[in-house]
């Protein structure tokens, strides 16, 4: 199984800044990581698909980088409607497996 | 809209079945491969299951040992997973979640539905 580490487990941040999010995956998965959305009492939403490809709709202050084994999700400026948990998920090997998840918190 | 919607929720005892349903509207299931991720309170997201087009490839978290059945009615436009010997670990809310692109990431889910295994 590959597992799939996400550091740090809570970012704090103030609106307008930078977040980097890490995803670390044990073994090499390419570039078939994506990346969720995840507010309280909702159901995650894509984000990012193939480690860089932001979904239909989604801002371009988000942004996905990396292959292999280490990836990033940075979201340029944060906005007040930003501010929720992220999940990756690798999706080149069975089980499909999430990380642990990074909640973005206002600081 | 496109939408997913869960039903087939609720509370049960450790050892009962529960059959849980995922309902398409404004898309056809028929064309996509589908899945199941759930989510204990507080806790991360969990794949449990996927089922390709036509049913012709299904796979299971292990974890699940054998307990899960996937299925697909297309033309009910519907998704099913069947959980027996429900066990207390199982709680959690299950989402239905459509494949994009016949990757196996997760570009639409639905609101979730709500599983409490307890006595």
């Known amino acids: 199984e590959i597992v799939m580490t996400q550091s740090p487990a809570t970012l704090s941040v103030s609106p307008g800044e930078r977040a980097t999010l890490s995803c670390r995956a044990s073994?090499?998965?390419?570039?078939?990581l994506a990346w969720y959305q995840q507010k309280p009492g909702q159901a995650p939403r894509l984000l990012i698909s193939?480690?860089?490809t932001r979904a239909t709709g989604i801002p371009a202050r988000f942004s996905g980088s990396g292959s292999g084994t280490d990836f990033t999700l940075t979201i340029s400026s944060l906005q007040s409607e930003d501010f929720a948990v992220y999940y990756c998920q690798q999706y080149i090997k069975w089980p499909l497996t999430f990380g642990g998840g990074t909640k973005v918190e206002i600081k | 809209e496109v939408q997913l919607v869960e039903s087939g929720g609720g509370l049960v005892k450790p050892g009962e079945s529960l059959r849980l349903s995922c309902a398409a509207s404004?898309?056809?299931?028929?064309?996509?491969?589908m899945n199941w991720v759930r989510q204990a309170p507080g806790k991360g997201l969990e794949w449990v299951s996927s089922i390709t087009r036509g049913s012709r490839d299904i796979s299971y978290a292990d974890s699940l040992k054998g307990r899960f059945t996937i299925s697909r009615d297309d033309a009910q436009n519907s998704l099913y997973l069947q959980m027996n010997s429900l066990r207390a670990e199982d709680t959690a809310v299950y989402y239905c979640a459509r494949s994009d692109n016949f990757w196996w990431y997760f570009g639409l889910w639905g609101r979730g539905t709500l599983v409490t295994v307890s006595s």
């Open positions: 193939g480690a860089s």
């Open positions: 404004g898309l056809s299931l028929s064309t996509y491969n």
């Open positions: 073994q090499s998965v390419g570039s078939n």
